[in-house]
């Protein structure tokens, strides 16, 4: 039982480059999370998917774009990187139930320069 | 709309100190609170949570939070740290019922430093 894994772990890009970062859960949750984490500002949601085919937008949506065709993966792409995009990203997922521990995945560190 | 407000940026303390992480929320329904600690280059894990019941719950590793709903305020304290306790620690909040899907609300984080 793997829990949440995230690839690649570090990525550097272009401005203007795109690239995609992978998530992937073991523990058949429902419910899977992205979130950008950067310095004194706490962890802002991205996007959310409630299950296969169902998505929708976070806090801070503009400039991500999401897919989920299956339980287990949540892939996040990036399309036309811009330096505002410089964070750690993490994915996240909870099985359903509003008491239930949401479990993250250990980070995407990613640089737009 | 829900707000989560970690009064502290940083806190130092030395070995064997007691510490408290401040955290205060907003919101006009029921919550239930959550604090994560992130140690350095990892992702969060949970630390504890306040669903109901006893308003002071208690961690594996010693720490402990209070709920306080009149001051709307779920504090994190631990009697003496150790070095290892060295990370950076989320308060977060989720709402009760409804449709929220899970979603949490992150405070701006703690980082908590133990020195020998």
């Known amino acids: 039982n793997a829990g949440v894994t995230q690839t690649p772990k570090f990525r550097i890009l272009k401005i203007g480059q795109s690239m995609t970062l992978q998530c992937t859960q073991d523990?058949?949750?429902?419910?899977m999370y992205w979130y950008r984490q950067d310095p004194g500002m706490g962890l802002k949601l991205i996007y959310y998917s409630v299950g296969a085919g169902i998505t929708d937008k976070g806090e801070v949506p503009n400039g991500y774009n999401v897919s989920r065709s299956t339980t287990e993966d949540f892939p996040l792409r990036l399309e036309l990187a811009a330096p505002s995009q410089t964070s750690v990203y993490f994915c996240a997922s909870v099985r359903g139930d509003a008491t239930d521990t949401q479990y993250f995945g250990p980070g995407t560190r990613l640089t737009v320069l | 709309a829900q707000s989560v407000t970690q009064l502290d940026s940083q806190v130092p303390v030395f070995e064997e100190a007691p510490v408290e992480l401040r955290c205060n929320y907003s919101s006009s329904v029921s919550v239930y609170l959550f604090w994560y600690v992130q140690y350095p280059n990892q992702g969060l894990q949970l630390l504890l949570k306040?669903?109901?019941?006893?308003?002071l719950v208690e961690s594996i590793n010693g720490f402990e939070a209070e709920f306080n709903k009149s001051q709307t305020s779920f504090h994190l304290r631990k009697p003496s740290v150790h070095i290892s306790d060295t990370a950076e620690y989320f308060c977060?909040?989720?709402?009760?019922?409804?449709?929220?899907?899970?979603?949490?609300?992150f405070g701006q984080g703690t980082i908590l430093t133990v020195h020998p």
């Open positions: 523990m058949n949750h429902n419910y």
């Open positions: 977060a909040v989720r709402n009760a019922g409804g449709t929220s899907y899970g979603k949490l609300t």
């Open positions: 306040y669903l109901s019941g006893s308003t």
